[in-house]
Nanobody, 125 residues
Framework: QVQVVESGGGLVQAGGSLRLSCTASGFIFDDYAIAWFRQAPGQEREGVSCASWNGRDTYYADSVKGRFTISRDNVKKIVSLQMNSLKSEDTAMYYC??????????????????WGQGTQVTVSS
């Protein structure tokens, strides 16, 4: 049974930091790219960042470049998203997703078959 579980969300002031974590089981973790998406109320789901199977290739949306860092540990089967210099516009539900193909350009939710339930990030201004 596939399980994807996010943790680390919370309430933080603008300019602060949070570190999200994603653990997964039920599939061969090393074979999958792992991504973070986010969705704010009334808005479409947006691709934030993605790491290739070994973490050597990464992608960031323009809105988070220079502020967010994705990393993965295939031994522990965990992917982290370090979020610094948070802004109010980063407020959203953050989802971890696993997919068989890494894309170095725009991310599409349809490319990721496995999803977690999400963790809420709220940035107060």
């Amino acid at each position: 049974q596939v399980q994807v579980v996010e943790s680390g969300g919370g309430l933080v002031q603008a300019g602060g930091s949070l570190r999200l974590s994603c653990t997964a089981s039920g599939f061969i973790f090393d074979d999958y790219a792992i991504a973070w998406f986010r969705q704010a109320p009334g808005q479409e789901r947006e691709g934030v960042s993605c790491a290739s199977w070994n973490g050597r290739d990464t992608y960031y949306a323009d809105s988070v470049k220079g502020r967010f860092t994705i990393s993965r540990d295939n031994v522990k089967k965990i992917v982290s998203l370090q979020m610094n210099s948070l802004k109010s516009e980063d407020t959203a539900m953050y989802y971890c997703a696993a997919g068989p193909v890494f894309s170095s350009s725009e991310m599409y939710a349809r490319d990721y078959p496995y999803w977690g339930q999400g963790t809420q990030v709220t940035v107060s201004s």
